[in-house]
């Protein structure tokens, strides 16, 4: 009896033996577990054995079980490598059979299959050509091919514009350079500003000089006025009659401004022609005054004067000789005297009110007028814009453009209270698009400096149709250009694409009392690309890394989770297959449900506590060497009886 329980010890210790030394032998194997015998006493009974005094059989070894319990997740570099932190195993297929493992040391075979050591696949959830996962589980596979380039059919541009900037364009309304004072006598009428308010009423006086009535208008809100007096001699007399008198000694020749300022200039004075008068005049205290002798024939010899005052007082004149008597061409010509007026207005004046009463002619002069922009918005002129940024797109051969937005402040619409308003330019290459070089896009922010709307479209959307991709010599380069005429383009663009159209979203853009600044700017398109890298994410989406800076999902590891993870059967190389105890798998995506994350670029190292097994080495040597002193006792006794006489 004594035998056979030393024997089933030796057993016993013999099999922990194993199991110790197993386990220390893969302390450094990636992804094992290790195992701990169990054992179970043997007692001998029967249907008709009976007593409370049984002496037991010895020990058996009733299982051995692995712990599956997490180990320590160490990173290696390499890209493929994986560790799961949790509950879960890598599903790989092995021909016809599939097994479960956590060792997550994964490369790429020549056919771009994701394998383990073992050439076994690695399992997981395909994805279609531009990397959307399917939810159809199969191989994993990286695909070595270039990327294809992508045209861009979206730009997102997220925008502060300063609500601090000035208005940098400056529109003038030029009332044309001939409007005669004489012709706005008796008038009546108001100015109209942009926020719907007037001005008092104006009444141009009878014979008021130009000057005054330059004043007056000079004096409103948005206008800018000025005056000039042109007097032609030849309009007013006979000027081989002016030219003889001037010989004469006793010519005096007497000039009055706005029925004063009176200079007499005399024939004893040195004036004996049309220069020396003209010398005279320009010499006088008159400063206002400008002579200038005009040959009107051509033959070299000066035969008329011109006289400017630049003012625009009314110029009166007369001159007497000693032979001729008095000549006198004051209010001979009341409309050449009078002068001329010279009116701007601004392009917050948006009309002439005329009174009942008055004459029509400042209104009329009004709506002839031409409006003359200053500053106007230049793509080559940075003083003529407020803020510009560019990003560059792409269209369908993968060629890359720069696209250029140019913000221009504008006056705020109404009366200026509560809204702003922003024109907006494009540009692509150097090449004006989306008809900014007729009609700028109107950006309209609230008081809160939130975006109201572009032209009207509350999502702040830019739609760039009449795009064509040139090379750098200026010439279609062969991509898809814009829709037909008449063809109606969709927003968003949908999938695939046609046409060289794409949107500009500013929805995201504000106005507020800061620096401009760029946010973010993010457009869906890109050029050709080569296989860089790869990339894990913790949901285990591998990823493919290109040249072009674009990465796009491959598949996504599949992991699998038991009932009875103890119920495992090991088949060698650091995996299990499923058993009737296991319970069938369940498998999902990691960090999902029940199931772990992944580590990129790591692994699970083996669990096993190198320490313990060493402490558990010493036990089972003991307890090995306690039974096979048990045998030798009983041997000795035996013996004893043996020789007996």
Known sequence: MAFNTGLSGLRAASVDLDVTGNNIANASTVGFKGSKAQFGDLYASGFLSSGNNQVGNGVRVQDVKQSFGQGNISDTGNGLDMAINGDGFFVLSNGGETRYSRAGQFGIDKEGFVTNNQNMRVQGYTADGDGNLSGVRGDLQVETDNLAPKRTTNLRSDLNLDSRESILENRVRDLGEDLSVADLDGDIFQIEYSDGTTSQPITIGTDQPANEVAELLGSQKGVNASARTQFDLSEQFDMSQLVSDLSDPDFELTISLNGSDNVTFRGSDGITDLDSMAAAINDSELNTLQAQVLDTDGDGTGDDMSITDSRGFTIEMTYTTGGAGNQSFSDSSPESERGNLFVTTEREVTGVLTDPSGTGAFEAAFDAGETRITNEFNPLDQRTYNHATSTTIYDSLGNSHELTQFFVKEPSPGNGVGQSEWSIYMQIDGEVVAGTDETPYTARFNQDGKLQSINGDPNGEVLIDDWVPKDENGLPNGADGPPADGEEVLTPIPEPPTTSAFVVDLGNTTQYGSAFGVNDQNQNGYTTGRLAGLDVSDQGILFARYTNGQSQGLGQVALAAFNNTDGLSPVGDTTWVETFESGQPIIGAPDTGTLGSIAASSVEESNVDL???????????????????????????????????
Do not use: P
């Open 611 to 645: 320490s313990a097994e060493l402490v558990n080495l010493i036990i089972a040597q003991r307890n090995y060497q306690a039974n096979a002193k048990t045998i030798e006792t009983s041997d000795a006794v035996t013996q004893t009886i043996i020789n007996l006489r």
